[in-house]
């Protein structure tokens, strides 16, 4: 036993490793490593009954830690999504494969279990990726949580329900009276629970808390647990509905998060054998087999479950593009499905086969689901609105449109043009690729439309022809190139302005046809001048005439600056920036003695000549001198030509 313990223990550490650089969830470690040395891979572990009863153990800890996160303010606040779409998914989705498994020969109990397995989602894998990619905020991670807070509620009964339908000898009336029983003995335990949860818990954990022991604190936890575990299996129910009752009876209380950090380490550690021990039981070489079967009923498990979630979304007037991102997202096998697998197996209900199926679609679905979530909202958008649709609502928010400036990007600058143009009354039509942002702002009423301004169809049907003027804020240098060509193609005579962050591409896009750029940092670092020679009392005439000036120059001198070891970014593109760079004339520099109009120093400049504590202006006439320090401007390239012209001749 203790060899088998450490062989998985070497194993999961591995595959864990492994997984996590892959961007896998850690579940799928644990059912591979199960697979691996269980009897159908190498056959290396064989106390597969001790790990099967450690797999139960962690079955437990898993529901109690499912009972402490449950929250009934929590429920009723999102009760209309909970209640409202959260049953209508489990309802659907329970009915149309309970409908396909009886069509396929699966008798009714079985037909249930599949049916209950395949309905529920994994709650720890999308939660765990929605709060990476920090979405958990969005309508759509709201509606799919509340979804799968019901399925966690769903997975109760169903706890209740598998003893009682692995009887054969139970049928017609007599199943009826059984789950009527059954069920009259789950309210029992929830009330004897809850009555022990309010009265004697409470003085439990005050006595065990001011003993200040963590090891008494976390044994108490693991106590309270086994008990009410032991006390449902002491009355026909499962383990886990008593682990569950219990945690759901703590939740309420101020001990809560202590017990979660508590029982963490030990959820965890007892879930991965779990999850091996589920790996065990499956026959890779019987799904390698079946690999095409497989394959389809995967695919038709991730499209009837999205599709179905679709429906209960809109059903509940949720906005369609949501709904089917939420359905997207959980469309595989969850975590309890696998539970559920494992007591119906355990209880014979289901065969060895149909097991090692179900868990191959469970693992193929849990393996997609990290790029599912990932993508949900562009597939959703590309499901529910099609480019001739897009094209559709381009046109119908343009047709109106006159003499009005096409906004392309309607992130942060975008806004904030769109805000200042309806000061001044001036139409505008604005361009994202953002659905989500596009659905927020057509809610509040702005001019926006879903569309990508890059391509003909899109420009021409927001009225490009009739435009007075398009500002690009996005900062892409393909689709800003693309859509510089077909408005000098489609319309040449309007004038484009560029929005970019720096002036890397000054140049680039004026020689492309732009009308006008404008860097953001040039601009913030003359806004900043601005305020501070106002800050100096300068006049404000005089300060708008130095801006403009540099406006005009297009940002020679601003984005001229003495480079330094730390400004180097694309060398490529730095090569091609200008530049501040001091050359010392010393006393046998060529330059020296020679007139500034003789110097021949090409596309370089001299901005500023330093003699001791004077600047000199550099006119045609000035004679050099040793010791004169120039300022040179101008690229990388060129500078180092100007500088062995200055001090060698050459």
Request: charged letters at 20%; aromatic letters at 8%; one cysteine or more.
């Amino acid at each position: 036993m203790y060899a088998d313990v450490l062989i998985l223990l070497i194993f999961a550490v591995v595959l864990v490793a492994i997984f996590r650089r892959l961007g896998q969830p850690v579940i799928l470690a644990y059912l591979f490593a199960g697979m691996l040395l269980g009897p159908h891979g190498v056959a290396i572990v064989t106390g597969q009954a001790m790990m099967q009863t450690i797999g139960e153990l962690g079955i437990v800890f898993l529901m109690f830690s499912l009972g402490l996160e449950f929250s009934l303010p929590r429920l009723l606040a999102m009760r209309k999504l909970v209640l409202g779409v959260g049953s209508l998914q489990v309802l659907l989705t329970s009915l149309l494969f309970f409908g396909l498994g009886w069509w396929w020969g699966l008798s009714l109990a079985q037909a249930l279990v599949v049916s209950g397995t395949l309905a529920l989602s994994s709650t720890a894998v999308v939660i765990k990726q929605l709060g990476e990619l920090k979405q958990l905020h969005t309508r759509r991670a709201q509606l799919g949580v509340s979804v799968l807070l019901f399925q966690d509620l769903a997975v109760v009964p169903l706890l209740v329900m598998i003893p009682i339908l692995a009887q054969p000898e139970v049928q017609g009336s007599a199943l009826l009276a059984e789950v009527a029983w059954a069920s009259l003995k789950g309210l029992f335990a929830l009330s004897v629970l809850l009555a022990v949860g309010k009265w004697l818990l409470p003085m439990l954990f005050f006595e065990v808390a001011r003993a200040r022991s963590d090891e008494l604190f976390v044994l108490s936890a693991l106590l309270v647990a086994l008990l009410a575990a032991s006390l449902t299996q002491w009355m026909g129910l499962s383990m886990a509905l008593g682990a569950f009752l219990a945690g759901m009876m703590l939740g309420e209380s101020h001990y809560r998060h202590q017990l979660e950090v508590d029982i963490k380490p030990f959820r965890d550690v007892l879930m991965g054998l779990f999850f091996i021990t589920i790996g065990m039981t499956m026959d890779w070489a019987l799904v390698a087999g079946a690999w095409w079967q497989v394959l389809a009923c995967v695919t038709g498990l991730i499209l009837c479950k999205s599709l179905l979630i679709l429906l209960a979304g809109r059903l509940m007037g949720e906005r369609k593009r949501e709904a089917m991102a939420a359905g997207i997202m959980l469309s595989q096998v969850g975590e309890f499905g696998f539970v559920l697998l494992a007591l119906a197996s355990h209880h014979g209900l289901l065969d060895h086969q149909l097991v090692s199926l179900l868990i191959g679609i469970g693992v193929i679905s849990i393996a997609l689901t990290p790029w599912l979530v990932l993508r949900a909202l562009g597939l959703a958008h590309s499901l529910t609105d099609s480019a001739l649709l897009s094209r559709a609502e381009v046109a119908q928010s343009g047709l109106s449109k006159h003499q009005h400036v096409v906004i392309a990007g309607f992130g942060r600058t975008g806004q904030t043009c769109a805000r200042f143009l309806k000061l001044e009354e001036i139409p505008f039509l604005a361009l994202d690729l953002d659905p989500e942002r596009v659905s927020e702002a057509k809610l509040a009423g702005e001019q926006v439309a879903f569309g990508d301004a890059s391509r003909r169809d899109i420009l021409l049907a927001a009225g490009l022809l009739r435009a007075r003027l398009v500002i690009i804020t996005f900062d892409d240098q393909k689709r800003v190139d693309a859509m510089l060509t077909l408005i000098r193609e489609l319309a040449g005579e309007i004038k484009v302005l560029v929005r970019t962050r720096d002036d890397s591409f000054l140049e680039h896009y004026k020689q492309a046809g732009a009308f006008e750029v404008i860097p953001e940092s040039q601009e913030g670092a003359l806004m900043l001048v601005s305020h501070l020679l106002l800050n100096c009392d300068i006049p404000i005439g005089r300060v708008i005439r130095r801006m403009e000036h540099e406006r005009s120059s297009q940002y020679r001198f601003p984005h001229g600056f003495y480079w330094g070891g730390k400004s180097a970014g694309n060398l490529e593109t730095d090569q091609q920036l200008e530049r501040l760079h001091p050359v010392l004339l010393h006393d046998q520099a060529w330059a020296v003695g020679h007139r500034v109009r003789d110097l021949a120093l090409g596309e370089v400049r001299i901005k500023a000549i330093h003699r001791g504590e004077r600047s000199l202006d550099p006119r045609r006439e000035l004679v050099l001198a040793a010791g004169d320090t120039l300022v040179l401007f101008g690229t990388a390239v060129a500078m180092e030509q100007a500088e062995q012209r200055l001090l060698e001749g050459r």
